[in-house]
């Protein structure tokens, strides 16, 4: 597909890039705000007992290079327990540069991952507030007494005289105190585990040669109750735009931007070689697709906090509590050649308050690792192709813990499908991923259910990138994008008769014509449109929060925003 439009933005070294001192006002007067659609945070209603900044970082030519802040301690006038844990992130640009990928970590944990959006030469900035209180326990070891922590936050950046642009980005944490209500907010576990490389960047990179993520894990307490992975990925090089690939190498043709490795791509989640969890990704797309100036200033769903993913491992509790050393695995499965997949992991654990060590078995595992169905007719041009990809899989895990049964059940569907023609300048097609999973837990005496719930997804895509060259040497050409993007999901709890349920809807209509015929050289001419809509409402004890925002831009510029928003009374 030989569409680079992430580079359709004209060189400009007249643009000086911007640095700000320590001490300079956030936001940078005059910048544009770049943001994702999310819910704001549900927060305490006092204000923060204190709020700590590890100050600003200019991350200019920063390639291997992460800003580290080591010995940080949260200070004694924060306490040492918090009902909530808030990291924000701050980060501004100014000139010419690519979309880059920022990642922040503590003592190995990582907080948060996301994509800045490419800068102009009038600049951009940007803020991403992220609830981190699960992580307490991580925090609680670096107070007064417990030692210092690492923070460590990567975002490697290239600057010279044509990609001018330096991310000016500030990391600080907001501890509130100790009072909750509600049903659902005792969720902290009480001891966490990082899954990371040990080396500067703690996530580890598989390289596209089908090698998996494997992390030795220290001896675990004997009394786990309750366990669960949260998993880390991102995609790069000739993954980023995996939704678009040819069903295998035989359809390749990198020079016109056509990769094989498939469509369908699958999380997986190993304990001493045994699979225990597997989980089809959302498409990220990230600020730099296609058409950047389509993303200003609406970036893509989630694209400045990535999504992880959870796993449920409390069936495999026992195992983890047997008083051996295990080994966690993270696998990503067709890893198209040359491709960079960045993955990394937390393991929460909840432990049996008498310290008693837990009896219990895995009952039953049951993975369908069965290959998608793919249907493929090749175009007379020898390199353009239509091809369609399906598969539904199915898993079953049950396990045994004290006087308890856990079982989990999960179902993955995707269909997909792309069409290549003009000799790989034009694709078009539809992607699609559905899962649903369902969890009980049961009493093993009297088999009465003392929980259960489900979580159902869905991320439906819609795209068309066509370039049209209008010069026999492609130097004049006329360029098409489509996104029709979504993110649905659907989550309920109970637990004992009480019960909590969410519903998020998002979805994304991004459209962009680019020419560069009107005026030689490097002069281009843009009409982008992008509608997003967003809705969440959560229900619990609380009460009802429901939130809204319904945002249109026309060549980077709002031209309606609403927003709707109800709590309950207080």
Same mark, same amino acid.
């Given at each position: =597909?030989?569409?680079?439009?992430?580079?359709?933005?004209?060189?400009?070294?007249?643009?000086?890039?911007?640095?700000?001192?320590?001490?300079?006002?956030?936001?940078?007067?005059?910048?544009?705000?770049?943001?994702?659609?999310?819910?704001?945070?549900?927060? #305490?209603?006092?204000?923060?007992?204190?709020?700590?900044?590890?100050?600003?970082?200019?991350?200019?030519?920063?390639?291997?290079?992460?800003?580290?802040?080591?010995?940080?301690?949260?200070?004694?006038?924060?306490?040492? @327990?918090?009902?909530?844990?808030?990291?924000?992130?701050?980060?501004?640009?100014?000139?010419?540069?690519?979309?880059?990928?920022?990642?922040?970590?503590?003592?190995? +944990?990582?907080?948060?991952?996301?994509?800045?959006?490419?800068?102009?030469?009038?600049?951009?900035?940007?803020?991403?507030?992220?609830?981190?209180?699960?992580?307490?326990?991580?925090?609680?070891?670096?107070?007064?007494?417990?030692?210092?922590?690492?923070?460590?936050?990567?975002?490697?950046?290239?600057?010279?005289?044509?990609?001018?642009?330096?991310?000016?980005?500030?990391?600080?944490?907001? +501890?509130?105190?100790?009072?909750?209500?509600?049903?659902?907010?005792?969720?902290?576990?009480?001891?966490?585990?990082?899954?990371?490389?040990?080396?500067?960047?703690?996530?580890?990179?598989?390289?596209?040669?089908?090698?998996?993520?494997?992390?030795?894990?220290?001896?675990?307490?004997?009394?786990?109750?309750?366990?669960?992975?949260?998993?880390?990925?991102?995609?790069?090089?000739?993954?980023?735009?995996?939704?678009?690939?040819?069903?295998?190498?035989?359809?390749?043709?990198?020079?016109?931007?056509?990769?094989?490795?498939?469509?369908?791509?699958?999380?997986?989640?190993?304990?001493?070689?045994?699979?225990?969890?597997?989980?089809? #990704?959302?498409?990220?797309?990230?600020?730099?697709?296609?058409?950047?100036?389509?993303?200003?200033?609406?970036? #893509?769903?989630?694209?400045?906090?990535?999504?992880?993913?959870?796993?449920?491992?409390?069936?495999?509790?026992?195992?983890?509590?047997?008083?051996?050393?295990?080994?966690?695995?993270?696998?990503?499965?067709?890893?198209?050649?040359?491709?960079?997949?960045?993955?990394?992991?937390?393991?929460?654990?909840?432990?049996?308050?008498?310290?008693?060590?837990?009896?219990?078995?895995? =009952?039953?595992?049951?993975?369908?690792?069965?290959?998608?169905?793919?249907?493929?007719?090749?175009?007379?041009?020898?390199?353009?192709?239509?091809?369609?990809?399906?598969?539904?899989?199915?898993?079953?895990?049950?396990?045994?813990?004290?006087?308890?049964?856990?079982?989990?059940?999960?179902?993955?569907?995707?269909?997909?499908?792309?069409?290549?023609?003009?000799?790989?300048?034009?694709?078009?097609?539809?992607?699609?991923?559905?899962?649903?999973?369902?969890?009980?837990?049961?009493?093993?005496?009297?088999?009465?259910?003392?929980?259960?719930?489900?979580?159902?997804?869905?991320?439906? =895509?819609?795209?068309?990138?066509?370039?049209?060259?209008? @010069?026999?040497?492609?130097?004049?050409?006329?360029?098409?994008?489509?996104?029709?993007?979504?993110?649905?999901?659907?989550?309920?709890?109970?637990?004992?008769?009480?019960?909590?349920?969410?519903?998020? =809807?998002?979805?994304?209509?991004?459209?962009?014509?680019?020419?560069?015929?009107?005026?030689?050289?490097?002069?281009?001419?843009?009409?982008?449109?992008?509608?997003?809509?967003?809705?969440?409402?959560?229900?619990?004890?609380?009460?009802?929060?429901?939130?809204?925002?319904?945002?249109?831009?026309?060549?980077?510029?709002?031209?309606?925003?609403?927003?709707?928003?109800?709590?309950?009374?207080?």
């Amino acid at each position: =597909m030989n569409i680079p439009l992430a580079n359709l933005t004209t060189p400009n070294p007249n643009t000086a890039a911007s640095l700000l001192p320590p001490t300079s006002a956030f936001p940078p007067t005059n910048y544009t705000e770049t943001f994702q659609l999310a819910s704001p945070l549900t927060l #305490p209603l006092t204000n923060p007992i204190c709020t700590t900044t590890l100050g600003w970082h200019a991350f200019k030519s920063s390639y291997g290079n992460p800003w580290v802040t080591k010995h940080f301690v949260v200070p004694p006038n924060c306490g040492t @327990s918090w009902s909530t844990i808030v990291l924000t992130l701050q980060s501004s640009a100014k000139g010419r540069q690519f979309d880059r990928i920022y990642q922040v970590w503590v003592n190995g +944990f990582e907080l948060l991952r996301g994509c800045t959006n490419e800068p102009t030469r009038d600049g951009v900035w940007w803020e991403i507030r992220k609830d981190v209180t699960d992580l307490s326990p991580v925090f609680q070891r670096s107070t007064s007494g417990g030692g210092g922590m690492t923070v460590t936050v990567a975002l490697d950046n290239v600057n010279d005289d044509v990609y001018t642009g330096v991310y000016n980005t500030s990391v600080s944490f907001e +501890f509130y105190s100790m009072v909750q209500t509600g049903f659902g907010k005792n969720s902290v576990p009480d001891m966490a585990v990082a899954l990371e490389s040990k080396e500067l960047y703690p996530h580890i990179v598989l390289d596209g040669t089908g090698k998996a993520a494997s992390f030795k894990v220290p001896l675990l307490p004997r009394n786990i109750l309750r366990a669960e992975l949260e998993y880390y990925v991102s995609y790069h090089q000739s993954d980023e735009f995996y939704y678009v690939n040819g069903p295998d190498d035989s359809y390749a043709s990198p020079e016109n931007g056509i990769f094989g490795g498939g469509t369908y791509k699958e999380l997986q989640v190993y304990i001493d070689d045994i699979q225990v969890g597997v989980e089809a #990704p959302f498409q990220l797309v990230y600020t730099g697709a296609n058409d950047p100036k389509l993303w200003k200033p609406i970036s #893509p769903i989630r694209s400045e906090d990535f999504p992880s993913y959870r796993f449920d491992l409390t069936p495999f509790a026992s195992v983890l509590a047997n008083g051996k050393e295990h080994t966690i695995t993270l696998n990503v499965t067709t890893q198209t050649k040359k491709s960079l997949w960045f993955v990394d992991g937390i393991l929460r654990l909840w432990l049996d308050d008498s310290g008693a060590p837990v009896t219990g078995t895995v =009952m039953e595992t049951s993975f369908e690792n069965i290959e998608p169905t793919v249907q493929v007719v090749k175009h007379e041009n020898g390199i353009d192709f239509a091809a369609s990809t399906s598969v539904v899989k199915k898993s079953l895990v049950r396990g045994q813990v004290g006087d308890w049964i856990t079982s989990i059940s999960k179902r993955i569907e995707f269909d997909g499908f792309v069409n290549y023609t003009q000799e790989g300048k034009s694709v078009t097609g539809w992607h699609n991923i559905a899962t649903s999973t369902f969890w009980n837990v049961t009493s093993v005496i009297t088999g009465v259910v003392r929980g259960w719930g489900f979580t159902v997804s869905t991320y439906p =895509m819609t795209f068309n990138f066509t370039q049209i060259p209008m @010069s026999t040497n492609g130097s004049l050409y006329y360029s098409y994008t489509l996104y029709d993007h979504a993110q649905n999901v659907n989550t309920f709890l109970s637990m004992t008769g009480r019960g909590s349920s969410s519903n998020t =809807m998002e979805r994304h209509i991004a459209e962009g014509f680019v020419s560069n015929l009107q005026t030689l050289p490097h002069s281009w001419w843009n009409n982008d449109s992008h509608i997003a809509s967003y809705s969440s409402v959560v229900l619990n004890d609380d009460g009802c929060v429901s939130y809204g925002r319904n945002v249109q831009t026309v060549n980077g510029t709002i031209i309606s925003d609403k927003v709707q928003e109800s709590k309950p009374s207080k």
